[in-house]
Protein backbone atom coordinates (compact mmCIF):
# COMPACT_ATOMS: atom_id res chain seq x y z
CA UNK A 1 0.00 0.00 0.00
CA UNK A 2 1.18 3.42 -0.73
CA UNK A 3 2.40 5.10 2.71
CA UNK A 4 1.52 8.20 3.86
CA UNK A 5 4.48 10.68 4.21
CA UNK A 6 4.89 13.53 6.63
CA UNK A 7 5.69 17.14 4.69
CA UNK A 8 6.31 20.15 6.82
CA UNK A 9 4.82 23.19 5.09
CA UNK A 10 3.93 27.18 5.20
CA UNK A 11 1.46 29.32 4.47
CA UNK A 12 2.69 32.21 2.18
CA UNK A 13 0.71 35.72 1.37
CA UNK A 14 2.34 36.92 -1.46
CA UNK A 15 2.08 35.64 -4.96
CA UNK A 16 3.32 36.20 -8.33
CA UNK A 17 5.72 35.58 -10.87
CA UNK A 18 8.60 38.11 -9.08
CA UNK A 19 7.58 35.86 -5.69
CA UNK A 20 7.59 32.49 -6.82
CA UNK A 21 11.12 33.54 -8.53
CA UNK A 22 12.58 34.46 -5.26
CA UNK A 23 10.88 31.94 -3.32
CA UNK A 24 12.47 29.51 -5.67
CA UNK A 25 15.53 30.81 -5.38
CA UNK A 26 15.88 30.51 -1.83
CA UNK A 27 15.30 27.05 -1.87
CA UNK A 28 10.98 26.73 -1.33
CA UNK A 29 8.35 25.62 -3.90
CA UNK A 30 5.32 27.56 -4.08
CA UNK A 31 2.37 25.19 -3.70
CA UNK A 32 -1.63 25.05 -3.48
CA UNK A 33 -4.07 23.06 -1.23
CA UNK A 34 -7.01 22.84 -2.88
CA UNK A 35 -10.34 20.36 -2.23
CA UNK A 36 -14.34 20.04 -1.74
CA UNK A 37 -13.74 20.08 2.05
CA UNK A 38 -11.82 22.52 2.32
CA UNK A 39 -11.15 26.14 1.54
CA UNK A 40 -8.32 26.99 -1.32
CA UNK A 41 -5.24 28.45 0.38
CA UNK A 42 -1.58 29.11 -0.99
CA UNK A 43 1.60 27.04 0.66
CA UNK A 44 5.08 26.59 0.31
CA UNK A 45 7.32 23.60 1.23
CA UNK A 46 10.84 23.00 1.08
CA UNK A 47 12.66 22.03 -1.98
CA UNK A 48 15.15 19.67 -1.43
CA UNK A 49 13.11 17.71 1.66
CA UNK A 50 10.12 17.37 -1.61
CA UNK A 51 12.43 16.33 -4.32
CA UNK A 52 13.77 13.89 -2.08
CA UNK A 53 10.25 12.36 -1.28
CA UNK A 54 9.23 12.11 -5.02
CA UNK A 55 12.91 10.62 -5.89
CA UNK A 56 12.27 7.77 -2.53
CA UNK A 57 8.64 7.15 -3.91
CA UNK A 58 7.90 3.96 -5.84
CA UNK A 59 4.56 4.76 -7.26
CA UNK A 60 3.24 8.31 -8.91
CA UNK A 61 0.35 8.87 -6.62
CA UNK A 62 1.77 10.34 -3.39
CA UNK A 63 0.16 10.55 -0.29
CA UNK A 64 1.20 13.20 2.12
CA UNK A 65 0.37 14.44 5.83
CA UNK A 66 0.82 18.27 5.18
CA UNK A 67 2.32 19.65 9.01
CA UNK A 68 1.03 23.63 7.85
CA UNK A 69 2.70 25.84 10.33
CA UNK A 70 -0.03 27.56 12.77
CA UNK A 71 -2.57 24.77 12.10
CA UNK A 72 -3.46 21.99 15.43
CA UNK A 73 -4.38 19.31 12.62
CA UNK A 74 -2.40 17.87 9.80
CA UNK A 75 -4.00 17.43 6.20
CA UNK A 76 -4.19 14.43 4.09
CA UNK A 77 -3.62 15.10 0.72
CA UNK A 78 -2.42 13.69 -2.62
CA UNK A 79 0.22 15.02 -4.95
CA UNK A 80 -1.87 15.97 -8.00
CA UNK A 81 1.12 17.70 -10.09
CA UNK A 82 4.45 18.31 -10.32
CA UNK A 83 5.23 21.49 -12.59
CA UNK A 84 8.99 20.75 -13.48
CA UNK A 85 11.22 23.38 -15.03
CA UNK A 86 12.84 21.03 -18.01
CA UNK A 87 15.02 23.67 -19.32
CA UNK A 88 16.86 24.75 -16.27
CA UNK A 89 15.97 21.81 -13.54
CA UNK A 90 14.24 21.91 -10.77
CA UNK A 91 10.47 22.08 -9.76
CA UNK A 92 8.04 25.18 -10.29
CA UNK A 93 5.24 24.67 -8.39
CA UNK A 94 3.22 21.80 -6.89
CA UNK A 95 -0.70 21.10 -6.61
CA UNK A 96 -1.63 19.53 -3.72
CA UNK A 97 -5.58 17.76 -3.48
CA UNK A 98 -6.77 17.84 0.01
CA UNK A 99 -8.97 14.39 1.25
CA UNK A 100 -10.15 12.71 4.35
CA UNK A 101 -9.36 9.56 5.58
CA UNK A 102 -12.54 8.25 4.95
CA UNK A 103 -13.31 9.67 1.82
CA UNK A 104 -12.89 7.29 -1.31
CA UNK A 105 -10.15 8.43 -4.21
CA UNK A 106 -9.52 7.65 -7.70
CA UNK A 107 -6.11 7.22 -9.18
CA UNK A 108 -4.33 5.56 -11.71
CA UNK A 109 -1.95 2.96 -10.78
CA UNK A 110 0.67 1.03 -13.04
CA UNK A 111 0.45 -2.34 -14.01
CA UNK A 112 3.48 -4.57 -12.98
CA UNK A 113 3.52 -7.80 -14.82
CA UNK A 114 5.21 -10.48 -13.11
CA UNK A 115 6.18 -14.13 -13.83
CA UNK A 116 7.30 -15.31 -17.22
CA UNK A 117 4.25 -16.93 -19.33
CA UNK A 118 4.03 -20.41 -21.01
CA UNK A 119 3.70 -18.90 -24.07
CA UNK A 120 6.94 -17.34 -24.24
CA UNK A 121 8.61 -20.66 -24.55
CA UNK A 122 6.27 -20.96 -27.54
CA UNK A 123 7.63 -17.88 -29.13
CA UNK A 124 5.43 -15.82 -27.79
CA UNK A 125 5.33 -12.36 -26.23
CA UNK A 126 3.27 -10.79 -23.61
CA UNK A 127 2.33 -7.21 -23.73
CA UNK A 128 0.31 -5.09 -21.43
CA UNK A 129 -2.98 -3.93 -23.08
CA UNK A 130 -3.56 -1.12 -20.40
CA UNK A 131 -0.36 0.08 -18.42
CA UNK A 132 -2.14 1.95 -15.57
CA UNK A 133 -5.83 0.88 -14.01
CA UNK A 134 -7.85 3.51 -12.59
CA UNK A 135 -8.93 2.31 -9.01
CA UNK A 136 -11.23 3.46 -6.15
CA UNK A 137 -10.46 2.89 -2.32
CA UNK A 138 -9.69 4.69 0.86
CA UNK A 139 -6.52 6.29 0.98
CA UNK A 140 -5.38 4.06 3.54
CA UNK A 141 -6.18 0.94 0.97
CA UNK A 142 -4.55 2.99 -2.17
CA UNK A 143 -1.65 0.76 -3.76
CA UNK A 144 1.34 1.51 -5.44
CA UNK A 145 1.08 -0.94 -8.61
CA UNK A 146 -1.18 -3.77 -9.56
CA UNK A 147 0.69 -6.73 -9.95
CA UNK A 148 -0.44 -9.27 -12.46
CA UNK A 149 1.20 -13.12 -12.43
CA UNK A 150 1.34 -14.15 -16.36
CA UNK A 151 3.10 -17.50 -15.54
CA UNK A 152 0.01 -19.44 -16.65
CA UNK A 153 -0.49 -17.81 -20.04
CA UNK A 154 -0.68 -20.03 -22.99
CA UNK A 155 -0.23 -19.04 -26.54
CA UNK A 156 -3.06 -16.58 -27.41
CA UNK A 157 -4.99 -16.43 -23.96
CA UNK A 158 -5.25 -13.04 -21.95
CA UNK A 159 -6.22 -11.96 -18.18
CA UNK A 160 -9.04 -9.98 -17.79
CA UNK A 161 -10.26 -8.19 -15.26
CA UNK A 162 -12.39 -10.13 -13.52
CA UNK A 163 -9.66 -12.55 -13.33
CA UNK A 164 -6.99 -9.83 -11.31
CA UNK A 165 -7.40 -10.08 -7.63
CA UNK A 166 -7.35 -6.66 -6.24
CA UNK A 167 -6.57 -5.88 -2.60
CA UNK A 168 -8.94 -5.23 0.05
CA UNK A 169 -11.24 -2.23 -0.03
CA UNK A 170 -9.56 -1.29 -4.02
CA UNK A 171 -11.94 -1.62 -6.78
CA UNK A 172 -11.54 -0.92 -10.65
CA UNK A 173 -13.41 1.06 -12.91
CA UNK A 174 -12.98 -1.10 -15.92
CA UNK A 175 -15.46 -3.67 -16.92
CA UNK A 176 -14.99 -7.19 -16.11
CA UNK A 177 -14.12 -8.56 -19.49
CA UNK A 178 -11.61 -6.08 -20.92
CA UNK A 179 -8.28 -7.74 -20.99
CA UNK A 180 -5.30 -6.42 -19.65
CA UNK A 181 -2.05 -8.62 -20.69
CA UNK A 182 -1.98 -10.64 -23.40
CA UNK A 183 0.24 -13.49 -24.82
CA UNK A 184 0.83 -13.36 -28.57
CA UNK A 185 2.89 -14.34 -31.44
CA UNK A 186 5.20 -11.10 -32.43
CA UNK A 187 3.91 -9.64 -35.44
CA UNK A 188 5.72 -9.49 -38.17
CA UNK A 189 4.97 -6.96 -40.71
CA UNK A 190 5.04 -7.73 -44.43
CA UNK A 191 7.74 -6.25 -46.80
CA UNK A 192 6.87 -3.99 -49.47
CA UNK A 193 6.51 -5.62 -52.40
CA UNK A 194 8.62 -3.66 -55.54
CA UNK A 195 6.60 -1.32 -57.92
CA UNK A 196 6.88 -2.64 -61.52
CA UNK A 197 7.88 0.29 -63.57
CA UNK A 198 5.15 2.07 -65.81
CA UNK A 199 4.75 2.21 -69.52
CA UNK A 200 4.08 6.23 -70.43
CA UNK A 201 0.80 7.09 -71.02
CA UNK A 202 -0.41 7.34 -74.69
CA UNK A 203 0.50 10.80 -76.54
CA UNK A 204 3.01 11.15 -73.59
CA UNK A 205 6.35 12.80 -75.14
CA UNK A 206 9.00 10.60 -74.65
CA UNK A 207 11.89 11.41 -72.32
CA UNK A 208 14.73 13.77 -73.95
CA UNK A 209 17.52 11.83 -75.55
CA UNK A 210 15.54 8.73 -75.76
CA UNK A 211 14.16 7.21 -79.31
CA UNK A 212 11.27 4.95 -79.33
CA UNK A 213 10.53 2.23 -81.50
CA UNK A 214 8.05 3.69 -83.45
CA UNK A 215 10.13 6.95 -83.57
CA UNK A 216 13.04 5.03 -85.20
CA UNK A 217 10.71 3.84 -87.96
CA UNK A 218 8.75 6.77 -88.65
CA UNK A 219 8.00 7.85 -92.54
CA UNK A 220 8.06 11.72 -92.75
CA UNK A 221 4.67 13.52 -92.74
CA UNK A 222 2.51 14.09 -95.88
CA UNK A 223 4.27 17.07 -97.93
CA UNK A 224 7.48 16.95 -96.63
CA UNK A 225 10.60 16.43 -98.72
CA UNK A 226 12.42 13.81 -98.67
CA UNK A 227 16.28 15.05 -97.72
CA UNK A 228 18.18 13.71 -101.47
CA UNK A 229 21.55 12.14 -101.64
CA UNK A 230 24.26 13.75 -102.72
CA UNK A 231 24.69 13.89 -107.08
CA UNK A 232 27.50 12.58 -108.01
CA UNK A 233 29.84 14.28 -109.67
CA UNK A 234 30.38 13.39 -113.50
CA UNK A 235 33.62 12.26 -114.00
CA UNK A 236 36.53 14.45 -115.57
CA UNK A 237 36.93 14.58 -119.56
CA UNK A 238 39.65 13.76 -120.30
Do not use: W
Request: aromatic share 2%; with cysteine.
Amino acid sequence: MAKILDLQAEVRTASGTGVAKRMRKAGTIPAALYGSKVKPSNIQVHGKTFSKLLEGSASDNILVSLKIAGLADDQLALVQEVQHDYLRGGILHIDFHAIAHDEEIHANVPVVIVGEAKGQKQGGMVEAIHHELEVRCLPKDLPESIQIDVSHLELDQGIHIKEIKFPAGVTCRLGGDVVIVMCEEPKVEAEPEPVAASAPAAGAAPAAGTATAAAAGAKPAAGAKAAAPAAAKPAAKK
